[in-house]
């Protein structure tokens, strides 16, 4: 059987058992490297899934001595930036862990050199393969509440992770929000225009930075985006997914992050005078992926590279979800209002 695509796995850490068990059962491909600044870490990996193939500590080394084409970066944010872009620049493809970069600048640059290349990098958004989120996306792309005008997320949980965590200067912005963000651009099809925000670090908080934000959003189509979130709520916990409300001129579509959602929309029929209208219940569509989360974000991410196109969530798309972070922050930082268009290079 040709191999057609040659993967060099770069970080070794507990995340890299999911890429690759994934990767061992999908067709045409075999790992080539294993790569981790701790070679005793590559090498324990390669003991595991029982894999015959280079372990080193650098990246180079790995590009130099294979013929991998296709880069797993699942390394911290710090290392994503250099990593995607030597990849891209040695001429393979990159499928990486969420955040694209570390800063916004990294962000731009990752576009840059994949317009440059002509090198894919798409970004593992595991959240968008949710059959749930997905049954509340077309219940609203099917027109059953009209036009958007506003999306609520709330998204309250008292996760004590100790650790890096912990020590963050702003933990929820950084480190978990942009999975609620993109989702509401994915929601939406939309894109971000402007973010006011404001950070704070709740009574009781037990993390260094602040745990807690409010941020609202102003949409490309004209809706409001309002996300208040906190990681330090003890108590009535929301679902990891958040809570969602999305409002338009027919009826609201309510997710609680469990369930599969459903609308009430006005109802058919004369509703003149009344003070308040009819409603009618239209439950989501129980909808099934083959593969869900991490493994059904890796579908989609081979099958664009099969049909010659760019993923759900390649780079170009996914920084406008990173900007939301970097702009809230700012926002946050100079309480002021933020357009976003700023921190997007052409």
Known sequence: ???????????????????????????????????????????????????????????????????????????????????????????????????????????NDIVRISELTGRTHSVMQNRRFDPRIRSLRKLIETGTIGKPGYVGADFFLGPHFGGFRDLMDSPLLLDMAIHTFDQARMILKADPVSVYCQEFSPAGSW??????????FEMSDGSIFCYRGSWCAEGVPTSWEGDWRITGERGTALWDGHSFPYAEVIAAGDQTGKFTCDYTRVEGETLELVNTFHHGCLDEMFAALEEQRLAETDCKDNRFSMAMVFAALESARTATKVNIADFISA
Not at 19 to 31: L, M, V
Not at 207 to 216: K, Q
Request: glycine residues 4%.
């Open 1 to 107: 059987m040709t191999i057609k695509y040659k993967v060099a796995v770069v970080g070794c850490g507990s995340m890299a058992h999911t890429w690759i068990d994934y990767a061992r059962k999908h067709p045409d491909t075999e790992i080539v490297a294993l790569v981790d600044i701790q070679l005793n870490a590559a090498q324990a990996m390669a003991q595991k899934y029982e894999l015959t193939c280079l372990t080193c500590t650098d990246i180079a080394e790995a590009l130099q001595q294979t013929e991998a084409n296709l880069i797993f970066d699942i390394t911290i944010p710090a290392s994503h930036h250099a990593i995607s872009t030597t990849a891209m620049q040695t001429g393979c493809d990159v499928f990486g862990e969420k955040p694209l970069a570390q800063t916004m600048e990294e962000c």
């Open 207 to 216: 993390y260094a930075g602040n745990a807690a934000a409010i941020c609202i």
